[in-house]
């Protein structure tokens, strides 16, 4: 019986050296990393005892082949491979063995610090005490840099480790296994279930929730977000840097700043969607950005250039600073000052897509707009129009507005 799948091998640095290369498309390693220094620790704690840490779940994605790879660094090749499952696990490697910083949830940069413990054959996130405690090897992504001397590693880390404790030949000799056993996880052993490209995103979807042990949604808006990346990584970026900068205010420069929400990349995306495309379900969007034409379910290269060109205007449009404030200020006119006031964010974002339809494509007097937009906002409030099944109601809503051409 044909499989939709099938089971290739991996060690450590094939996958690292894919990602470097550009085949394997990894976007999470510029993205906001979300795991605790302590559990990527427990990540490496478990790969030095040999214990099976899971596998990786790639998509083979046909209608990627010849573009760019993802990412804003220069690939050797073009990426084929699409990460559904272990994006937190490889970014988690993947960081740590190349010595490169992450994201963090605050949008801050740093690098994920692991020291070592050849001694107890032990992993820790360093702290005061472990920083001052010489059987500790400070950072273990030094191990993998290019034309590090291992052995020479070993002997500086011998030697001052003899300045504080006897050392025996014996220990010398557990010391250096224990080191040698760490460098050689680069040939760790990963199984990956690479998916056919002849499967689309919902089976995909359905792939993961069935083998995966929690039981999680893979959320389409991931796999938007991800294309974005393959084809329009710039797209992708400025959602982000929106989203970081409605966090606080500033003093130096006009941000999207507001006191009633703090928006995510894919809330901002469902409002550039809604007005480019008149669309809510974000399974149908990804269809559409893949050149998919909904009707003959035929892809088309040409297609897919142009819902991009689609999406570029109409996001533009949804991350201008003046729209953006322009509704904030038509919700405030409707009574809603602070964030303890908003019963859900849909009702902001989808009253948000209707704004910027009627200032846009309707051209609406700003005035008169706002006017409508405030009752609309306060209509979905006290209803929960957008709180039960929001994406059912907002297509339902934006079905209207295909078929009209004026107001």
Not at 112 to 138: G, H, M, S, W
Not at 168 to 183: C, D, G, H, T
Not at 280 to 285: E, G, H, K, N, W
Request: hydrophobic share 40%; aromatic share 12%.
């Amino acid at each position: 019986m044909a499989t939709l799948f099938k089971d290739v091998k991996y060690n450590l640095n094939s996958l690292i050296q894919n990602i470097d290369l550009g085949t394997i498309g990894l976007p999470d390693i510029q993205r906001p990393f979300v795991w605790k220094d302590t559990k990527v620790r427990d990540l490496f704690d478990s790969l030095y005892k040999g214990y099976p840490v899971g596998y990786f779940l790639f998509w083979e994605n046909a209608n990627i082949d010849g573009v760019k790879g993802i990412g804003t660094d220069v690939k050797q090749k073009f990426a084929n491979l699409l990460i559904v499952d272990g994006q937190q696990r490889l970014t988690s490697l993947y960081a740590v063995l190349k010595g490169q910083e992450v994201i963090r949830e605050n949008y801050e940069k740093t690098k994920i610090i692991i020291a070592f413990n050849p001694l107890e054959n032990k992993f820790e996130v360093p702290d005061a005490a472990i920083k001052r405690n010489p059987r500790y090897y400070q950072n273990i992504s030094d191990l993998w840099q290019p034309n590090i001397n291992i052995f020479k590693v070993i002997m500086d880390f011998v030697s001052n480790l003899k300045n504080h404790i006897v050392v025996s030949e014996e220990l010398e000799m557990k010391i250096q296994e224990a080191f040698m056993r760490l460098k050689n996880l680069e040939n760790y052993p990963f199984s990956v279930l690479e998916l056919s490209q002849e499967i689309d995103e919902e089976q995909v979807a359905d792939v993961f929730v069935r083998i995966n042990s929690e039981g999680k949604t893979l959320n389409q808006a991931d796999f938007i977000l991800t294309l974005m990346s393959v084809f329009w990584d710039e797209g992708r970026t400025n959602l982000e840097n929106f989203c970081r900068d409605a966090r606080l205010p500033s003093t130096t420069y006009a941000n999207p700043f507001n006191y009633l929400i703090v928006p995510k990349p894919e809330q901002m995306l469902r409002a550039s969607v809604g007005l480019a495309f008149r669309r809510a379900r974000l399974q149908y969007i990804y269809s559409i950005l893949r050149g998919k034409d909904l009707d003959t379910g035929l892809f088309s290269e040409e297609r897919r250039e142009q819902q991009f060109e689609k999406l570029k205007i109409a996001q533009a449009h949804t991350l201008d600073i003046q729209n953006w404030h322009e509704f904030i200020k038509a919700l405030k006119q409707a009574g809603y000052n602070n964030e303890s006031f908003i019963s859900s964010n849909n009702n902001i974002l989808y009253s948000y897509v209707f704004f910027l339809i009627g200032r846009i494509d309707y051209k609406v007097d700003l005035y008169e707009l706002k006017k409508l937009i405030a009752k609309w906002f306060f209509m979905c409030s006290i209803t929960g129009r957008y709180t039960g099944s929001p994406e059912t109601a907002m297509e339902m809503d934006l079905a209207k507005f295909r078929s009209v051409d004026n107001v």
